[in-house]
T-cell receptor, first 117, second 117 residues
Framework: EAGVAQSPRYKIIEKRQSVAFWCNPI?????LYWYQQILGQGPKLLIQ????????DSQLPKDRFSAERLKGVDSTLKIQPAKLEDSAVYLC???????????????FGSGTQLSVL | AQSVTQLDSHVSVSEGTPVLLRCNYS??????LFWYVQHPNKGLQLLLK??????LVKGINGFEAEFKKSETSFHLTKPSAHMSDAAEYFC???????????????FGTGTRLKVLA
């Protein structure tokens, strides 16, 4: 079974530039999550999709961050313009919607490490 | 709202000695709790999960955790540390998003485990 695919693996940009990250979840997984992990901290949920609809984006800085999952499969997270404090690892995860936690599990991609100079 | 607090940001143990990583949670109802491990430059991996079945949960690599409702704790333990256990450990609580029937995962700040030879 293929895992959660993310690209690019690393990205270095200057502040005020824009950047986009791509995620392809495990086939059949309805729920997709984007997390931001700043060095030394735990992952923070930015946005959660159920199919192509947004379930939770309460912690997404909407003045500069945007995300979409148009066909309910892969997703793109964009930052425009980037700030120094956006330097972090951006993690994508997916899970099946089974209706019960007994079988619920998050599968994570390898992440994209962003450095904003 | 659900939350988790990891009481130690760093823990150092000698190889062969017991490991204890502490986690307390806050929840308005009986939560589901997880421990994830993140090795350097690797993705997040599920160690174990509690979903209201047995209060003592066994995970991979000899780890286990005990759910104690009276103490609102879910501490992670291992009888004997190995060098390969050196990593970052995250305690996670899940929160049901009732509007979608999906789950939101809230991470603690992490505990870095160092194993001394």
């Amino acid at each position: 079974e293929a895992g959660v695919a993310q690209s690019p693996r690393y990205k270095i940009i200057e502040k005020r530039q824009s950047v986009a990250f791509w995620c392809n979840p495990i086939s059949g997984h309805a729920t997709l999550y984007w997390y931001q992990q700043i060095l030394g901290q735990g992952p923070k949920l930015l946005i959660q999709f159920q199919n192509n609809g947004v379930v939770d984006d309460s912690q997404l800085p909407k003045d500069r961050f945007s995300a979409e999952r148009l066909k309910g499969v892969d997703s793109t997270l964009k930052i425009q313009p980037a700030k120094l404090e956006d330097s972090a690892v951006y993690l994508c995860a997916s899970s099946q919607k089974t209706g019960g936690l007994a079988n619920e599990k998050l599968f994570f991609g390898s992440g994209t490490q962003l450095s904003v100079l | 709202a659900q939350s988790v607090t990891q009481l130690d940001s760093h823990v150092s143990v000698s190889e062969g000695t017991p490991v204890l990583l502490r986690c307390n949670y806050s929840s308005s109802y009986s939560p589901s709790l997880f421990w994830y491990v993140q090795h350097p430059n690797k993705g997040l991996q599920l160690l174990l999960k509690y979903t209201s079945a047995a209060t003592l949960v066994k995970g991979i690599n000899g780890f286990e955790a005990e759910f104690k409702k009276s103490e609102t704790s879910f501490h992670l333990t291992k009888p004997s540390a190995h060098m390969s256990d050196a990593a970052e450990y995250f305690c996670v609580v899940s929160d049901l998003v009732t509007t979608s029937g999906t789950y939101k995962y809230i991470f603690g700040t992490g505990t870095r485990l160092k194993v001394l030879a």
